[in-house]
């Protein structure tokens, strides 16, 4: 493995020449940090079709799982902590840099940024192309979705060697891994199941989880090695975030699976199942939604483990509630008042 991780270093040495680009790959590997799936892609997606909406989410909350689980076996260092803690630094000289979005403290393999980003953005992608092909005979045209989709996970991936968050081969892997999972569970994505499936599937994410991490603990292993590596290495302490911990992720899974069904069978869903937006109101609920759940996910981020992890559970079994009913109810209530005032006394 020693050869994969050396020439990752070289390679990552070259990137970070190049001048002028650090800007862009730090807006790169934001784009593919799994949150957006949540936060960006899932509403945009939702108001553009609601079934490929509800796929991006569903496949996104199953892809960060198995992402998960995955690391918890495959292991892998991550470049900013293994320059340093393999004495590699001292043999050959190395000219590297750190950056806030570098000091992850889970496991590297596979890169969870293009995993979780390839599985999630698949559904997408597909209707795109289904869309394309139905309005144009071009097959440069009827390409586009399908390029851009893999031009990004392609940039994704370059930005993580960049940061020196992972290297070649794991995010060679995560891509993999994404366009699988996509193709594979697209179909079998859950659209407007029954409440206790969402309870169950939420239930299942949890319990399977802690019983592989007990499970792992009981047979010796040690699943915080990659957080005390990280603490170690990191260039700066105030770079080591909790929303990068293994168990962050399983609380955005959960909460979320859980959230979806509550807002399925909500009243306000209820109401506007059958309401068809218009494509104003429907570009107007995704700008407020990337922009309402960009605030509430930066917002309350307390010190404390068992609080921060407390309000993530609210906070993101709350997004799927304000994106298929609150939002679509209020903006579809500020039209129907303008198409229908209220005649004066």
């Not at 070289?10 to 790959?25: G, I, K």
């Not at 470049?79 to 340093?84: A, D, K």
């Not at 979005?101 to 390839?118: D, L, N, R």
């Not at 068992?306 to 709350?318: E, H, I, N, P, S």
Request: proline fraction near 5%.
């Amino acid at each position: 493995m020693d050869a994969f991780y050396s020439n990752g270093i070289w390679f990552a040495e070259l990137l970070q020449r190049v001048p002028c680009l650090e800007d862009f790959w730090l807006w790169v590997t934001f784009l593919g940090d799994p949150k957006c799936v949540f936060i960006i892609y899932f509403p945009i997606a939702y108001f553009l079709d609601w079934k490929v909406g509800l796929k991006v989410l569903w496949l996104g909350l199953i892809s960060e799982w198995l992402n998960l689980v995955f690391k918890w076996f495959l292991f892998g260092e991550r470049p900013f902590w293994w320059v340093l803690e393999s004495a590699y630094s001292g043999k050959t000289e190395v000219s590297l840099q750190q950056f806030p979005a570098s000091c992850e403290t889970g496991p590297g393999c596979p890169s969870g940024h293009c995993m979780i980003t390839g599985a999630a953005l698949w559904p997408l992608v597909t209707t795109l192309s289904v869309w394309s092909s139905q309005h144009s005979k071009s097959r440069m045209i009827r390409a586009v979705p399908f390029t851009i989709y893999l031009l990004l996970l392609l940039a994704v991936g370059l930005s993580r060697i960049f940061i020196l968050a992972h290297f070649p081969h794991q995010v060679l892997g995560g891509i993999l891994a994404g366009i699988i999972l996509g193709w594979l569970l697209e179909s079998r994505a859950p659209l407007e199941r029954e409440l206790s499936f969402y309870l169950r599937a939420s239930l299942f994410l949890l319990l399977s989880t802690l019983t592989t991490y007990w499970t792992l603990i009981a047979l010796g292993v040690d699943l915080n090695w990659s957080i005390g590596l990280a603490t170690k290495w990191c260039a700066n302490p105030k770079w080591i975030r909790i929303d990068t911990r293994p168990f962050a992720s399983l609380t955005r899974d959960v909460a979320t699976a859980l959230g979806l069904g509550l807002a399925l069978h909500s009243s306000y869903y209820g109401h506007l199942k059958w309401e068809m937006l218009s494509w104003l109101q429907r570009v107007s609920c995704a700008g407020l939604a990337t922009l309402v759940l960009r605030v509430l996910s930066n917002a309350a981020q307390p010190e404390s483990l068992a609080l921060w992890y407390g309000m993530t559970f609210v906070k993101y079994a709350t997004f799927p509630w304000v994106v298929v009913a609150l939002l679509p109810r209020l903006v579809h209530a500020v039209a129907s008042g303008k198409h229908h005032p209220t005649k004066s006394s």
